[in-house]
């Protein structure tokens, strides 16, 4: 992997993963068989130093995942333009690693703690919605290889 190019910038491996943890949303990219790229924002979580998505049993995101598991995962936590400036405060966190599908204990465990992340008022209603759909959802894990974050204050 390439190093950060600016290396004043460069969190710790600690604050990339504080980074991602208090994100609501990333972006996957994948790429298909033909090499196109495939970027994809999505809710996710961080749980056993792996990120969990979800999303469609079938789609271009597993597709492209099933021809080549290797993927990109990005953050931005904090993003300000300073106009004034001609620059931009920032924080971000892009993480290398493979994609898997799950199996269902793994599948359940991952959903409740998407409810608890972003329905925590909701953790009785996200059980009984977990119940009813996860025989419709799939749920992804990237095994983190590589974690980078950058931060400009």
Known sequence: ?????????????????????????????????????YGVPLNYIVLDNAIYLHGALEGHKLDNIADNNKVCFTVVGYAEIVPGSFTAKYESVTVFGKAILVDETEKIKMLKELV??????????????????????????????HVTGVKKR
Do not use: H, W
């Open 1 to 37: 992997m390439r190093s950060i190019r600016d290396t004043n910038k460069q969190v710790t491996r600690d604050e990339a993963f504080q980074i991602l943890g208090r994100t609501e949303y990333g972006v996957l990219a994948t790429v298909d068989k033909a090499g196109q790229p």
């Open 116 to 145: 608890r992340k972003y329905s925590p008022d909701f953790v009785d209603k996200g059980s009984k919605v977990i119940e009813a759909f996860k025989d419709k959802c799939a749920v992804i894990r990237i095994d983190m290889e």
